[in-house]
């Protein structure tokens, strides 16, 4: 271990000046004043490694501080942005440590737009609220640190001017003219709306003023008395519920660029002397005429101002910079991409775009900008430099009997302390009891002050930092996970996103479980959930679910055993059976299920068995190649995604034929993986056909195949209604002779005078939408090729464990990174209702659905929205017009050329628009819940809010079961995990589809959940080559009591239903990696454990070690504890018999028992006792 070093000596004198800190908190190992340069000069530091430059970054701008300047830290990728953002803070002096708050660094992060340079699309509302709120605060002197990505400090913006006209202030008690505060607002671009919700939206109700300020992170309500502000709340934009009281409100401007009568008039002046041609063919000129900024309207910007300015004029001029990373060549890039850009699109009349230099700096007209001011550029390096080292190899093996030998290594060799940075405080705690596991003991440390003040030689603490480095100069290391679990993937998953629950979980997982729902036991059948009760049986509280059985017969099940119970499904909650306890009624239906799921398992094995006899084609393909193929695909996989996409290519180039499905909710990145497998097979020498259910879907795909395709020597044709007679003829004859890779095509490509070439995938988007003789044409087809199906609607993912290697199975039930839930509402029909929500939309530059499912109606509707919305442009589609008519208004929309699409439910399964992001639906009750959802996920396919509005005559008057499907909807906004639990009705229809319809009664009789553990269990033991035994137990639980409470206290966790989805989460664990995972969930979320909860949490440990040896039962108490095993447990008998032989404590108790006599006082003692004897057997 590293010897302590001495404690700094930190005087009184250096806390009352906090500014100061710098010179002793991570004091540098060079002259830090000294290094700041003067104006005009360039100086290099020594070089980082990992986080290091956070620190280094920290500590200049807390030395900038201390003489009145700032620091602007230009960094060459967003990521790394982002980083610094959450790291630089850690280094500086929190609040607590000093005794000024006002010493606090003041780091503040200037976003990316984060779209495409002349992107159709506007960046997202809380983007442009994070910039505004940014150069407010450097504009005013509150900011200590800028963090600017590098194409982000290219961008020319508003002068300073337009933002301090647009800003203004609320305070309590002052007067307020009310008419004079609506035309500020409107002048300053907020939106009057009925309801606020997101930022730059006001309203107005009597004596209440509602405000959403851009670069606030809650709305305000203004309570007037008289014309004096009387109070002013924030409040939740979702519940509209007020929360606490705030003395002023500050406001800004609600976009980066004035939407007033005099600069909309100056934007179209300079459009015209810009843009040849006539102007009022350009929906963006005309909308900006009415009022309405265009999605994209962002690239115009430069037309709004008399002249345009950069990042440098809002710094002080005596500012200091520094890059970190290759600034250059990441500018460099950007500029290339963008040129690119622009002379592809620069010859569109409709959308002409302004020159590059327009819009952003070049890297000349960036650094010479620079020159003048005094710089920093920070490198890293791979080997040690004058400030920093990297760490040495210490990560944890497991293989290992002491899995920390390399950290110890690392630890008795250095002369520094050490620090060991936690994600999180749940994830600290573990990494404390798993180091006290190997006898290692770290001091609990709170922050980089505290680290550093303190001379013990080993700490633990929590800290943001993404990777360790070392400081010799000062004697300090810091090991982040990135080091500890390095080669293991946990950081990495930690970091990027999470891989979704396992939606069999979402099933299982009783969270929306209401009073009266029906449950099913594993050894007792189908009763009523009753809620959970505490009671104290003699040893303290535990709590009990409640289930009430046939003839009011009460059963109380301990919370640690709900393994045993899963929620019910395979019919309404009305119609569900109710079983008696003791009748014998729960063991028959089982037995009935149990032959038919016999036969069933059987079935599927002949399948497989005669798919495991036809030999595939191995593809083999270029690993550089397909790199470059899915960098090109612009966005992070999600980790459902990625694993669905490797199991495709797993499948194609092995030598059996694919067979796969890929269930996923609507936009969750399917066709990526479509994608991806066809470039596998066309770079493998064989052609691709993907067939969608609708000419509309063929289209979409085939745009979006033609555009990822577009670099590469591919040849993709499409076969359709929409195409020509001749281009048809060419298609097919290019198939036949091999020209053509790639074809996409409706039902048209199953017809008998398309032949192929070298066939060697079929992609089917949405197969239960064709018919009985195109779904008999695709079995035909996939005896030779290899099949990708694509569907949207659900099958349960404990069904794709039935059937796995059967029919594979892939589940995508994560939501893309910035997806947001659909806000739903149902509402009566209203004008104001309907003007509002498509205001609300258009003003943001975005495009509604507004679904009128009835054909001879449709053209009075379009008229009432006419005169309703006068600066709308609304198109109309449905399926009776013909189908160019219809191709042309589609493309339209999507072109952006109409901004209100008035349609029937063909858009159900439908093209892609991004920018349309409100869906509104005339007589929403008419329509069944998978069809709402469908129609619902034609919105929010971009990362802004989406907005659904379910619009009835009278929401008073509608039929219970009408209600109940609105209601549903609208609980069902979670992305992918609700949409599992609200529609799992769906589910067991999409059963039905695999299995036959013949299963459903079964299904109904002992609930889905059970069904598919019995056939999974029946076709393991078949492919086994075993009998299987259905009468038996699915599965042993070990019972465990250890004489403590073990639950959640209400005064931990209040929310009942919380509690309940807890402890079913923990009864769900199956490995010990789980139950770390909700340990550290339960302490971010509701802080240290409690000894009852602890006492859960070991329970959980216990039960999960001691199933791999068959033990059923541990009872301990404070003076023996006592284990049961299985007949014939899977453990060697003569290790029993050792543990005997030495071990005087521990005696055979019967045939199946052990007895272990030893003085266990406390949890520690039993659980630590029970762990050493489970250790002996083999655990």
Not at 34 to 56: M, N, T, Y
Not at 295 to 312: H, K, R, S
Not at 679 to 695: C, E, H, N
């Amino acid at each position: 271990m590293p010897k302590p070093l001495p404690r700094p000596a930190f005087g009184s004198d250096l806390i009352a000046d906090p500014c100061r800190i710098s010179d002793r908190l991570s004091p540098m190992p060079f002259d830090l004043k000294k290094s700041l340069p003067k104006p005009g000069v360039r100086f290099v530091p020594p070089a980082v490694h990992g986080s290091a430059d956070a620190c280094l970054l920290a500590q200049a701008a807390l030395e900038l501080k201390a003489q009145g300047r700032m620091l602007a830290v230009v960094v060459a990728g967003a990521t790394d942005a982002q980083r610094l953002l959450a790291e630089i803070p850690w280094f500086a002096p929190s609040a607590d440590a000093v005794a000024d708050p006002a010493a606090k660094l003041r780091v503040h992060l200037l976003p990316d737009w984060e779209t495409l340079p002349y992107d159709a699309f506007s960046p997202h509302q809380d983007l442009v609220s994070e910039r505004l709120a940014t150069l407010y605060e450097v504009q005013s002197g509150q900011c200590d640190l800028l963090i600017v990505p590098a194409t982000t400090a290219l961008l020319r913006m508003a002068p300073p001017q337009f933002l301090a006209a647009y800003t203004f202030f609320f305070k309590q008690g002052e007067k307020l003219d009310e008419a004079r505060l609506k035309s500020q607002l409107t002048l300053a671009g907020y939106s009057h709306v009925g309801q606020v919700m997101s930022p730059g939206e006001y309203s107005v109700r009597g004596g209440l003023i509602d405000i959403f300020p851009m670069g606030s992170v809650l709305p305000y309500r203004l309570d007037l008395f008289g014309d004096t502000v009387e109070t002013i709340r924030t409040f939740d934009a979702d519940t509209q519920r007020s929360l606490y009281p705030v003395p002023q409100v500050r406001m800004l401007p609600g976009r980066e660029f004035p939407m007033d009568e005099a600069a909309r008039l100056a934007f179209r002046n300079r459009w015209r002397e810009m843009f040849e041609g006539d102007p009022s063919r350009t929906a963006i000129y005309k909308d900006i005429g009415s009022g309405i900024a265009s999605a994209g309207i962002e690239y115009y910007l430069p037309l709004f101002f008399e002249q345009t300015a950069t990042l440098f004029e809002y710094l002080p001029h005596d500012a200091m910079f520094a890059t970190v990373g290759d600034v250059e060549q990441s500018i460099k890039r950007f500029w290339s991409d963008t040129r690119s850009r622009w002379q592809f699109l620069r010859a569109d009349r409709e959308r002409p775009v302004l020159e590059p230099k327009a819009i952003y700096l070049d890297d000349e007209d960036f650094f010479t900008l620079l020159k003048p001011y005094a710089r920093w550029a920070i490198k890293s390096d791979d080997g040690p430099s004058a400030l920093s080292a990297p760490l040495p190899e210490i990560a944890v093996n497991r293989r290992l009997e002491d899995p920390l030998a390399n950290l110890r290594a690392f630890l008795s060799k250095t002369d520094n302390r050490v620090l060991i940075c936690a994600d999180s405080n749940g994830r600290r705690e573990t990494l404390q009891q798993y180091f006290a596991e190997y006898d290692l003991h770290p001091a609990l440390c709170d922050d980089h002050f505290g680290f550093v003040a303190s001379s013990e030689p080993l700490m633990l603490g929590v800290a943001p930092l993404q990777s360790g480095f070392q400081l010799p100069g000062l004697g300090l290391a810091f090991v982040t996970e990135t080091e500890l679990y390095a080669g293991s993937g946990r950081r990495a998953g930690r970091r990027k996103q999470q891989a979704t629950t396992e939606v069999e979980f979402m099933v299982r997982d009783l969270s929306e479980l209401k009073v009266g729902d029906p449950v099913v036991h594993s050894n007792h059948g189908i009763g009523r959930y009753m809620g959970l009760i505490s009671m104290d049986l003699g040893e303290g509280e535990t709590e009990f679910l409640h289930l009430e059985y046939a003839k009011e017969t009460k059963l109380y099940v301990p919370v640690s055993q709900l393994h045993v119970i899963s929620r019910y499904s395979g019919a309404s909650p009305e119609d569900a059976p109710l079983h008696s306890l003791g009748s014998g009624q729960w063991e028959k239906a089982k037995r009935k299920a149990a032959q038919q799921v016999r036969d069933t398992a059987a079935e599927l094995l002949n399948l497989y068995a005669r798919r495991t006899l036809r030999q595939g084609h191995a593809f083999q393909y270029s690993a550089h190649d397909y790199e470059a193929f899915a960098d090109s695909f612009g966005f992070e996989e999600t980790a459902d995604q990625a694993a669905a996409i490797n199991a495709v290519i797993k499948d194609m180039t092995s030598g059996q034929p694919m067979d796969r499905l890929i269930c996923g909710d609507v936009g969750f990145g399917k066709t990526e993986v479509a994608l991806r497998a066809a470039f596998v097979a066309v770079m493998g020498g064989k052609q691709v056909a993907i067939l969608a259910p609708t000419t509309l879907l063929a289209e979409q795909h085939a745009q979006t195949f033609a555009d990822r395709f577009a670099n590469w020597p591919v040849r993709i044709a499409e076969l359709s209604r929409f195409r020509t007679g001749k281009e048809v003829t060419q298609a097919i004859k290019g198939l036949a002779d091999g020209t053509i890779d790639i074809v996409i095509g409706t039902h048209k490509l199953l017809s008998g005078d398309v032949k192929f070439q070298r066939l060697g995938l079929v992609i089917i988007d949405e197969e239960h939408r064709f018919g009985v003789r195109q779904k008999e044409a695709l079995k035909a087809l996939r005896a030779e090729v290899d099949v990708l199906t694509l569907t949207a609607t659900p099958i349960p993912r404990t069904l794709g464990m039935a059937l796995e290697g059967l029919r594979e199975f892939s589940v995508i039930a994560t939501a893309p990174q910035k997806r947001l839930a659909i806000k739903t509402f149902v509402r009566g029909e209203t004008e104001s209702t309907i003007r509002e929500a498509c205001l609300r939309e258009l003003k943001r530059g975005g495009q509604v659905y507004f679904l009128h499912n009835e054909v001879e109606t449709i053209a009075n509707r379009r008229a009432m929205l006419e005169a309703l919305l006068p600066e709308a442009r609304i198109g109309v589609a449905h399926g009776q017009m013909h189908e160019r008519d219809l191709e042309k208004v589609m493309r339209d929309f999507v072109a952006q050329r109409f901004n209100i699409l008035l349609c029937t439910t063909i858009i159900e399964t439908g093209i892609d628009v991004p920018t349309a992001n409100t869906i509104i639906m005339h007589r929403a009750d008419k329509f069944g819940l998978a069809q709402l959802h469908q129609l619902r996920g034609r919105v929010g396919r971009s990362h802004h809010q989406a907005y659904a509005y379910l619009l009835v005559q009278d929401v008073q008057g509608l039929s219970k079961q009408a209600q109940r499907r609105l209601e549903a909807i609208q609980q069902m906004e979670e992305l992918g995990s609700g949409f599992y639990l609200a529609m799992h009705d769906l589910e067991i229809r999409g059963a039905g589809e695999v299995l036959g319809d013949n299963q459903s009664g079964e299904i109904h009789e002992i609930g889905f959940q059970m069904y598919s553990d019995m056939l999974n269990e029946a076709v393991r033991a078949l492919k086994d080559g075993r009998e299987p035994d259905l009468a038996a137990p699915l599965s042993s639980t070990t019972e465990i009591n250890l004489h403590v409470p073990a639950l959640l206290p209400n005064d931990y966790c209040g929310d009942v239903n919380e509690r309940l989805s807890l402890y079913k989460r923990f009864a769900n664990c199956a490995a010990q990696d789980a139950i770390d995972a909700l340990q550290e969930e339960l302490i971010d979320r509701f802080g240290k454990l409690p000894e009852p909860a602890r006492a859960l949490v070991e329970t959980h440990r216990l039960r999960i070690a001691a199933k791999p040896l068959g033990i059923v039962k541990i009872d301990a108490h404070a003076e023996a504890a006592l284990m049961q095993f299985m007949p014939n447990p899977p453990i060697d008998a003569m290790r029993i018999i050792e543990l005997v032989q030495k071990n005087r404590q521990v005696k055979l108790n019967g045939q199946d028992k052990l007895r272990i006599t030893a003085a266990m006082v406390d949890l520690n003692a039993r659980v630590q006792q029970v762990k050493t004897i489970m250790k002996a057997l083999g655990a």
